[in-house]
């Protein structure tokens, strides 16, 4: 058996899934804000689940928390069939255990200290730290191979970014070899990569570990009253100054000429990774056979559109530059770049432009939607206007900096 082949034997994956997701409220009123659709018919922990899946990696731990139900149930129903038990593959969601002084999570790397038992259990060489909540593809294969490469403790994967829109990232300083020189927290004047002008490595939160000094690393960081306990703010920067830690370069499964990676921590965010889908050449490819998405598909009928009385008056039932998923009905209605979640419907003579609609919103009789994003089951009455008027909006929606409006089933729509 080769290396490449064997590569996984000794490697654990943990996914940080507890994130409260404070930014993205509304959206994380009931669920954490890895469980948060994205896509029509995904959720956004699909895309590092997949990633794992896709690699190769088979043994993954979900550390969750905060309203984790909606997840739980996700994972349960859409992954755990996926691993054959037989075979010592599985995927473990870990709720609080309240080991460590009967508290919850207070960071990162908190989380994964408070869960350090299941190392002890399992005694994996090394361990792979992801986060659940962003966009990307990946192949953790990659990233493990240059790690053991490089002999270190630690890997981190970063993605270049241009320096100039580096400040709002956690930086990277390396020398020409990628060792870490030092993590800098949303940098006024971030360093470049050298050789790359213009270019700066953002940290991606995502970690490869060698067990032992990772174990010893929480340990020391648990007792250390003003530590923030966090993987990128305390725990990489105490490890990498006294022992050499590597970056890896984001090597993007994409396949297109941008790499893509998404943190879609704010609603802007959400909104503007969830719109990059509709173009039509998206940056993002939620159509690739090789490197293939997975989430819970439940039995739907296909996706229709109704009525096509093109004369003046009459209705039509169109969708154009748009994700229409299963049992979404068209009826008479026009959607025009936006996403349409299962079992959506939009009725006649509607008018649903660059927006995402979520499971089972019904969009009444000459409704018009602009630039929104509705949560799950929201009923909008017919004649009712949404992205159109600001201020009335900002009166009864919660309304991005951007200027997206937030629809959820508790706010006034009448």
Known sequence: ?????????????????????????????????????????YRIIDFTLSNCLNSGLLRIYVLTQYKSGSLDRHIQLGWSSLFSAELDEWIHTVPPQLRVDQRWY???????FQNVYLLDRQRPKRVLILS????????????VEHHLDKGGPVTVCAVEVPSSKASGFGILSVDADHR????????????????RPGLSLANMGVYIFETDPLVRALSADAKNDQSRHDFGHDILPALTASMPGYAYPFVDENRKM??????VGTLDAYYEASMDLVAVNPVFNLY???????????????????????????RLGIALDSLLCGGVVVSGGRVERSILSPNVRVNSFALVEDSVLMDHVDVGRHARVRRAIVDKGVRIPPHCTIGHDPQADERRFVVTPSGICVVNRNMPLE
């Open 106 to 112: 207070e960071g990162t790397a908190d989380a994964v």
């Open 288 to 314: 690739d056979s090789i490197w293939p998405l997975r989430t819970y598909s439940r039995q739907l009928p296909p996706a229709k559109t109704v009525f096509a009385q093109e004369k003046p008056g009459g």
């Open 180 to 195: 870490i020189l030092s993590f800098l927290e949303k940098p006024e004047n971030p360093p470049e990569i050298p050789g």
């Open 1 to 41: 058996m080769s290396r490449s082949e064997r590569i996984f034997e000794d490697t654990v994956a943990i996914v940080l899934a507890g994130g409260q997701g404070e930014r993205l409220s509304p959206l994380t009123k009931d669920r954490s804000k890895p469980a948060v659709p994205f896509g029509g018919r």
């Open 258 to 263: 941008q790499p893509y990676w998404r943190d």
């Open 132 to 143: 659940g909540d962003h966009i990307y593809k990946m192949n953790y294969r990659y990233l």
